[in-house]
Every structure is written in structure tokens, then in C-alpha cells.
């Protein structure tokens, strides 16, 4: 099943951009049962994880993001959204989204994301 990720871009700092990862093939109740993950890599740096959206809908942020990045997910579409404000130079990075299970592990294309002014 592949992840369609989009949404990157380049932002002024302070700016917002919204990424989307769209799982179209995948049947509703499998899109249900993942956690659903956002993901970022800056250059020389390790991956990061920046947002979780559990199964059960709890959302869970890496410090960095917290108050500024927002997680969500809308089943009809099977499409999960990362919703990115007050952006920062720091927030510079690939942005991979991750659908996980304890079975599966399945990942989009990542999707660049440039703050500068």
C-alpha cells in the first residue's frame, strides 16, 4: 500500500504549510487501525519523530513542535494531515509520514520543507 505524501514547501519563518500523507488504496479499517506517524530528517541529522496520532486518536508531539504542529487525521478521505505554524528555520527537514502496527511498517515518500526568509 503506498503513502502519498505532499504538502512541502518553502516558508518564511512565522509561516505555516500543511503536509497531507494519503493512504487511497488502503481499506478504511486498516487506515483505522495504524498510528499514524510524522517523521523528519534535517541534513546530518538523524530522523526524528515530531507527531504520533494513536489509533484511538490521542496526539503526541516531540517538544520541539509542541503548540505549533498539529496531527490529525480524517478517515473518509484516508488522509492524514500536518499541520505546521509559527514555523522556524530550525524546522527545516525532509518530513516523512509512517503508518505503524506491530505487524506493518509502511512509509510515504518524504516531502522537503525549507523555512528561510
Known amino acids: 500500500v503506498q503513502l502519498q505524501a505532499s504538502g512541502g514547501g518553502l516558508a518564511q519563518p512565522g509561516g505555516s504549510l500543511r503536509l497531507s500523507c494519503a493512504a487511497p488504496?488502503?481499506?478504511?479499517?486498516?487506515?483505522?487501525?495504524?498510528?499514524w506517524n510524522w517523521y523528519r530528517q534535517a541534513p546530518g541529522k538523524q530522523r526524528e519523530l515530531v507527531a504520533i496520532?494513536?489509533?484511538?486518536?490521542?496526539?503526541n508531539y516531540t517538544d520541539a513542535v509542541k503548540g505549533r504542529f498539529t496531527i490529525s487525521r480524517d478517515n473518509r478521505k484516508k488522509t492524514v494531515y500536518l499541520q505546521m505554524n509559527s514555523l522556524k528555520p530550525e524546522d527545516t527537514a525532509v518530513y516523512y509520514c509512517?503508518?505503524?502496527?506491530?505487524?506493518?511498517?509502511?512509509w510515504g515518500q518524504g516531502t522537503q520543507v525549507t523555512v528561510s526568509s
Open positions: 509512517n503508518a505503524w502496527t506491530a505487524n506493518s511498517d509502511r
Open positions: 496520532s494513536s489509533q484511538g486518536g490521542t496526539a
Open positions: 488504496r488502503m481499506i478504511l479499517s486498516t487506515f483505522w487501525t495504524q498510528t
